[in-house]
């Protein structure tokens, strides 16, 4: 029986959904995947929707212990810097990111001050790994294929699994970001819906198709395995591969892409402050 307390928060202008998971035992929390606010016209970044957060923790008497990321997101800002000011807590990303900030500090020439070791995160997690939120224990599971680094964390029978699998009649994460691979995906989509049929899904984006007027992000892993579009039982790997590189071919770029990995690969903190106080984003032109 599942005895975590799950909040979610839906930030409508990146489709993105950001969860409070608490243990009502001890009243200890994790914030997976959260925002902040980024206004692409005027470069500015904003905290309203983190602030609804922390309101919410503040009001339950939560102690942040966790703000985890499943991935080094590419189309919103992470707000994980921002509320370890605001509540505490430590920043958690699988160990492979990594490989990710060698990739992307490459792409941006960053300086000797970005160090690629995962050095800006607290804890860099595993594959089989296990921690606690209070007494709740949390599996992690390694599951590439969206990028390099994604993974997903298990809390009993619930688990979140960032942009790995959207709502069924949506599909799969894209698989054309610098590391990812559809093969890779798709063996990692079958590791997560081999989980027992009642397992919880809590995904980190819904993008509404045809036919859909409301947002939705729980799911199941019997659900996904009778109807999702591009992984459902019978798709077998070949089948995917040329589902999803078709459907790659046709994605255009997320508009916060640049940003938003700049940010992300320091665990939400910007670049150095220049000379005049202002911290610089990069715009590497004709590179991708």
Partial sequence: MNQAVIQAFFHEPTFTVSYV???PATRCCAVIDPVLDY???IARTGSAFADRIIAFVRERDYTVQWLLETHAHADHLSA???LRA???GAIAIGEHIVQVQKVFGKLFNAGTEFARDGSQFDRLL?????FTIGALPVRVLHTPGHTLACITYLIEDCAFIGDTLFMPDYGSARCDFPGGDARVLYRS????LELPAHTQLFLCHDYLPPGRSDYRWQTTVAEQNNSNVHAHVGIDEAA???LRTARDRELAKPKLLLPSVQVNMRAGQ???AESNGVSYLKIPLNAL
């Avoid at 595993?126 to 296990?130: L, T």
């Avoid at 989509?189 to 997560?192: G, H, K, L, T, V």
């Fill in 21 to 23: 998971v608490a243990d």
């Fill in 39 to 41: 206004d692409a016209n």
């Fill in 80 to 82: 994980a810097f921002y």
């Fill in 86 to 88: 605001q509540l505490g």
């Fill in 126 to 130: 595993r594959d089989g790994e296990v």
């Fill in 189 to 192: 989509i079958r590791r997560i």
């Fill in 240 to 242: 995917f591969v040329a």
């Fill in 270 to 272: 910007f670049p150095p």
